[in-house]
Each structure stands twice: as C-alpha cells, then as structure tokens.
C-alpha cells in the first residue's frame, strides 16, 4: 500500500522514513504465492514440527530463545496454538505421537508451574499477608486457564487440580476487574467448562460497552498497550471468537469483522500474532465473505467504470483508472457505487485541481481534522504571551510567531504524513531534524525551505497539539501556506487546513 498511487501523496516514498516498510510489504505480497503450494506446506509443517521437539526443554517448557530456560506464558502460548489448530482442524495433535508427546510435556509443565504459583499464595496466606478469597488472579492465570481449556480431559496431578479449580473460581468472581482481551479468553476458558451463567453476564457486559457506526462496524474503545494482553488487533479477533463460539449471531460477528477490515485499510499488520488471529477470525466466523466475488459495480456519469477496467487485482479487486481533465464533465459529479456482495468494500474518488492558496477552506469531511493558528510571541511583565494573529493584524521584521496545528483523527492510522507549508517571509527558529516525543506520541519532525513534515509512524485515535516558532524576516504580503495530512497507507484519508494572508512590514 505504501508503494500505491504516488501521483495521490503529499511526499514521495523516498522523502519518507518508511522506504524499507514499503520494500518489506511488497516482498510478503511476492510470497503469498508460496503459501498454496501444498506440498511446500506439508514439508513446512512437518519441519516446523521438528524445531518444536527440538527447542522443548528437559521440563516440557520452551524458551524465549534457543538453549535458554523455560518460560511459562511462551510455553502457554504454543499449548494454545496447537489447541487452536485442532479447534480448526488444522491438525490433528491426538493421532500425531510427535505432536501428543509435545501436549503431554508442555502441559505437565503449565500445570507444574500454575501449582507453584498457587502454593506461593497458600503460603502468603498462612503468614497471615493475603487472602486467598481475595482477588489474586494475573494475566498469566487467565492465559493458563484458556491454554488448557483446548485439553480440559487431559489428565493433571492432584496438585494441579487445586490449582486449577482455584483459578477458575477466581475468574468466575473477578472477570469484571479484567480487560477485554482477558474477559475474552475467560469467557472462552469458562465455555469449555461449560460455566454458562458467567459467560452469559461477559457477553452482556461487552455489548453493553460496545461502539457501533455504520462505517467501523462494532468495536470496543480501550487502552491499548504493549502488553501482549492489550493488543487491539489480537483483542478483536478473541472477541469475534468468544461471540462466534457463545453467541452464533452472524450479523454482530460481521459487524465485529468490519471493524478488523476497516483498520486494515489504514494500518499494517505488523506481527504474525495480530495477523493470525485476524485471518482466523474473518476466515472461521460469521458469514463466509470469501465465498462471495461478486464484481462491485462502480458509476460515474453515465460511464459504468467497473466494466472498462478489466485488469483487477486477483483476491482483493483492486483496480484504478485515471480520468483526463478535458474527459471530466458535469455528469461526473455522480458517482454510485453497487455492491452485490455482504462483505465490506470501500474505495475513493480524488479530485485533482490548482487552487489560489489563499482562498481554501478548511477540510473537515474526513476522518482527520486540522485546524492551523498563528500567535505573535509577546514579552510581558507576566511572563511570555500569546496573541493570535489576524489578516488584518500586521506582523513586524523581527517578530516570534508561534505556529500551533490541532490534529483531531478519529481512528488509528499508521504511516501519516503532516505537512506545515510556511510562508515565504518567515524563516523558522528550529532547523534540526529529531524524533519528537510529546503526550504519548511520537513522530519524526523534520525542517526544509517551504514547510516543516511531521511523520507519524503510528498515530493513534485522539486530539494533538503541535507548535514551532518562526521569526518574520521579509517585508510583504504573503500566503501563509496550509497545513496538509494524509495517511501514506491509505490516501483517501486527508485533510487540509484552511489558506490567510500574512501582512509584514518593517
């Protein structure tokens, strides 16, 4: 997608920080191919087998690397995986003696070391420090109890049972104190142990919480982290499975897939985890979309542009035609668009034109918003002050304006591009390109001659504020310059601030 539609961008690929990004998708569409040729699969398969025997240790654990000791979420985190194939019918690890010797030694070590977290609470208890009724259930008991949940008749030993009940006690009680990636897991845990009144109260809770718009589907708003718990991409697939397994409602889980599609459209999925579990999701629940290939039908005008283009990218349908200036009439101001299909589909039509700067409006009918203010930097006795600055507010050779843009986007974006056009009578105060940090974002600032770019390698939902000093240099009337954004991934997305007059005089 970063390779896509140059001539639509505000800056080119190579003005970018994102060059080998573009380089390293490109490659994963080349080897898509590779992933249908079967007899390839099955050696992958069975050599990805063999590196699972070889890397378990003597304990039945794996580690984070090769040769290092046991971790018990990476252990859990295979168990699941495996689990998860057999949900699928991936495979079968019951009939397979390498993969059932895996099972039966990785979850003799789960189990092993649930049992010891348990005994180190029994012990706090007896030194009178805690309460074992109390809330004592982590992330990592959560994820024990849905790793085991795919084996739930595999035997355990008489400690491990303990453990276990405790555990499953514990979530029953405290599911309400957990994030939605981990009621999820809960909830999936506590059907397999067929524990319907809890699983009953998590569903209601969550479409309770749940956000619904017709264009993002339905999703849940949430503090994203770095935590493998706090994932979006991972928390919305585990959703759609949990509603898909309890619920059956095909037209929640489609809408609960339109969120995933919808972000895809403005983000890359950077980690097999996120992209396993998404492909799984769109794949395994709800209605099947794949099944349906319908043709989308595209008018403009009179002209039915979906019949003209006839060279579509295979599996998604993609195309793009080009319309010249002297074709363009007043009947292309319709543009319909017909889709016979259940699933989702989105494009754009871009409207390339020369305008007087000085006479744009603010654009304000995207996702992203941008508002551009000046401020005349001014001394007092209180302190430094700022006054905005108006057409008719001349400017002095000399003075410190403050640049101040306000960024509002209502949905995460990756790759986005902000360009800060300046006029020609200012020069700025910080020439230094550096990556900035500043309320939790951070993104790279770079100046040149006529604009300073901020590049957002992950911009998230919310409200910025970003401010850089100039000083008026030249006598004049100048075009301020407005400010640009446009994800790089999806250039649909953009937006612009509106064009002023500056006045300087000497």
């Given at each position: 997608?970063?390779?896509?539609?140059?001539?639509?961008?505000?800056?080119?690929?190579?003005?970018?920080?994102?060059?080998?990004?573009?380089?390293?998708?490109?490659?994963?569409?080349?080897?898509?191919?590779?992933?249908?040729?079967?007899?390839?699969?099955?050696?992958?398969?069975?050599?990805?087998?063999?590196?699972?025997?070889?890397?378990?240790?003597?304990?039945?654990?794996?580690?984070?690397?090769?040769?290092?000791?046991?971790?018990?979420?990476?252990?859990?985190?295979?168990?699941?995986?495996?689990?998860?194939?057999?949900?699928?019918?991936?495979?079968?690890?019951?009939?397979?003696?390498?993969?059932?010797?895996?099972?039966?030694?990785?979850?003799?070590?789960?189990?092993?070391?649930?049992?010891e977290r348990y005994?180190?609470?029994?012990?706090?208890?007896?030194?009178?420090?805690?309460?074992?009724?109390?809330?004592?259930?982590?992330?990592?008991?959560?994820?024990?109890?849905?790793?085991?949940?795919?084996?739930?008749?595999?035997?355990?030993?008489?400690?491990?049972?303990?453990?276990?009940?405790?555990?499953?006690?514990?979530?029953?009680?405290?599911?309400?104190?957990?994030?939605?990636?981990?009621?999820?897991?809960?909830?999936?845990?506590?059907?397999?142990?067929?524990?319907?009144?809890?699983?009953?109260?998590?569903?209601?809770?969550?479409?309770?919480?749940?956000?619904?718009?017709?264009?993002?589907?339905?999703?849940?708003?949430?503090?994203?982290?770095?935590?493998?718990?706090?994932?979006?991409?991972?928390?919305?697939?585990?959703?759609?499975?949990?509603?898909?397994?309890?619920?059956?409602?095909?037209?929640?889980?489609?809408?609960?897939?339109?969120?995933?599609i919808k972000n895809?459209?403005?983000?890359?999925?950077?980690?097999?985890?996120?992209?396993?579990?998404?492909?799984?999701?769109?794949?395994?629940?709800?209605?099947?979309?794949?099944?349906?290939?319908?043709?989308?039908?595209?008018?403009?005008?009179?002209?039915?542009?979906?019949?003209?283009?006839?060279?579509?990218?295979?599996?998604?349908?993609?195309?793009?035609?080009?319309?010249?200036?002297?074709?363009?009439?007043?009947?292309?101001?319709?543009?319909?668009?017909?889709?016979?299909?259940?699933?989702?589909?989105?494009?754009?039509?871009?409207?390339?034109?020369?305008?007087?700067?000085?006479?744009?409006?603010?654009?304000?009918?995207?996702?992203?918003?941008?508002?551009?203010?000046?401020?005349?930097?001014?001394?007092?006795?209180?302190?430094?002050?700022?006054?905005?600055?108006?057409?008719?507010?001349?400017?002095?050779?000399g003075d410190l304006?403050?640049?101040?843009?306000?960024?509002?986007?209502?949905?995460?974006?990756?790759?986005?591009?902000?360009?800060?056009?300046?006029?020609?009578?200012?020069?700025?105060?910080?020439?230094?390109?550096?990556?900035?940090?500043?309320?939790?974002?951070?993104?790279?600032?770079?100046?040149?001659?006529?604009?300073?770019?901020?590049?957002?390698?992950?911009?998230?939902?919310?409200?910025?504020?970003?401010?850089?000093?100039?000083?008026?240099?030249?006598?004049?009337?100048?075009?301020?310059?407005?400010?640009?954004?446009?994800?790089?991934?999806?250039?649909?997305?953009?937006?612009?601030?509106?064009?002023?007059?500056?006045?300087?005089?000497?």
């Amino acid at each position: 997608q970063l390779s896509k539609n140059e001539e639509l961008k505000s800056a080119i690929l190579s003005q970018t920080p994102w060059v080998r990004d573009a380089l390293s998708e490109e490659e994963q569409m080349h080897n898509i191919a590779l992933l249908f040729d079967l007899v390839k699969m099955a050696q992958e398969r069975e050599a990805e087998k063999q590196k699972l025997k070889q890397r378990q240790n003597q304990d039945g654990g794996f580690s984070w690397f090769n040769g290092g000791r046991s971790n018990t979420y990476i252990t859990q985190y295979i168990i699941e995986g495996i689990g998860q194939l057999n949900f699928m019918d991936v495979i079968n690890s019951s009939r397979d003696k390498d993969l059932n010797a895996i099972v039966a030694k990785g979850l003799n070590y789960i189990d092993q070391a649930a049992a010891e977290r348990y005994a180190k609470l029994k012990e706090a208890e007896e030194e009178g420090k805690i309460k074992l009724k109390d809330n004592h259930l982590s992330s990592i008991d959560i994820h024990y109890l849905y790793a085991r949940s795919f084996f739930e008749t595999r035997k355990m030993t008489r400690e491990a049972a303990k453990a276990f009940f405790y555990y499953k006690d514990q979530a029953r009680k405290y599911w309400v104190d957990k994030n939605l990636y981990e009621q999820a897991m809960i909830g999936l845990a506590l059907f397999a142990y067929e524990e319907g009144p809890q699983v009953a109260d998590i569903i209601a809770s969550m479409k309770e919480r749940a956000l619904e718009n017709e264009e993002l589907g339905m999703y849940w708003k949430f503090n994203a982290g770095y935590h493998w718990s706090q994932l979006p991409i991972e928390t919305q697939s585990l959703i759609i499975q949990l509603f898909h397994e309890v619920e059956e409602d095909k037209g929640l889980i489609d809408a609960m897939k339109k969120w995933l599609i919808k972000n895809k459209q403005t983000n890359r999925w950077e980690t097999t985890k996120a992209t396993a579990s998404a492909i799984q999701a769109l794949l395994k629940t709800g209605t099947r979309w794949i099944d349906e290939a319908e043709p989308v039908q595209l008018h403009v005008g009179k002209r039915n542009i979906s019949e003209e283009v006839t060279d579509k990218e295979k599996g998604t349908g993609y195309f793009k035609t080009i319309i010249a200036a002297e074709d363009v009439n007043a009947t292309y101001a319709n543009i319909s668009m017909n889709n016979p299909n259940n699933q989702p589909s989105f494009g754009a039509a871009y409207f390339q034109y020369w305008e007087d700067m000085n006479v744009i409006d603010e654009y304000t009918e995207t996702p992203l918003k941008l508002v551009k203010t000046l401020f005349k930097k001014e001394n007092t006795e209180a302190g430094p002050k700022l006054r905005a600055i108006s057409e008719n507010d001349p400017i002095e050779i000399g003075d410190l304006i403050t640049v101040r843009i306000v960024l509002e986007v209502d949905r995460p974006m990756e790759f986005v591009h902000m360009k800060d056009s300046r006029s020609s009578g200012v020069e700025p105060e910080d020439v230094l390109s550096a990556y900035k940090w500043q309320d939790g974002l951070g993104y790279y600032q770079t100046t040149q001659d006529i604009a300073t770019n901020f590049f957002f390698d992950y911009l998230p939902r919310g409200k910025y504020v970003f401010e850089y000093n100039v000083r008026a240099s030249h006598e004049g009337n100048f075009a301020n310059g407005i400010t640009t954004i446009q994800c790089m991934y999806a250039p649909s997305f953009t937006s612009h601030s509106e064009g002023i007059q500056v006045s300087i005089k000497e």
